[in-house]
Nanobody
Framework: QVQLVESGGGLAQAGSSLRPSCAAS????????MGWFRQLPGREREFVAA????????HYSDSVEGRFTVSRDNARNTVSLQMNNLVPEDTATYFC?????????????????????WGQGTQVTVSS
């Protein structure tokens, strides 16, 4: 049974940093590209970042480019999202997701329908 478990969200002030992580189990982690999405109540889930199986490529939404960095540790089956210079608009529930990817260098998966597995989410709240 595949499980993705996020942790590391919380309350932060504008301008500060958070680093949520996602621990994966029940799958061969190296076979999967990983993504981060976020969602506000009543709104569509939106793409934040994605990283290829081999961590050789990463992609970001325009709203987080230059502030967020996605990384993975294939030995520990984890993916993290370093969030710097947070702004109140970053407030959302953050979800990690996994997609089986034949190409180890391909990470351009920006649509939620491309992902097979999802975590339960971790809340990030940024105060001004």
């Amino acid at each position: 049974q595949v499980q993705l478990v996020e942790s590391g969200g919380g309350l932060a002030q504008a301008g500060s940093s958070l680093r949520p992580s996602c621990a994966a189990s029940g799958l061969t982690f190296n076979d999967f590209a990983m993504g981060w999405f976020r969602q506000l109540p009543g709104r569509e889930r939106e793409f934040v970042a994605a990283i290829s199986r081999s961590a050789t490529s990463a992609h970001y939404s325009d709203s987080v480019e230059g502030r967020f960095t996605v990384s993975r540790d294939n030995a520990r089956n984890t993916v993290s999202l370093q969030m710097n210079n947070l702004v109140p608009e970053d407030t959302a529930t953050y979800f990690c997701a996994a997609r089986r990817a034949p190409n180890p260098h391909s990470g351009y998966y920006t649509t939620q329908s491309l992902y097979s597995y999802w975590g339960q989410g971790t809340q990030v709240t940024v105060s001004s």
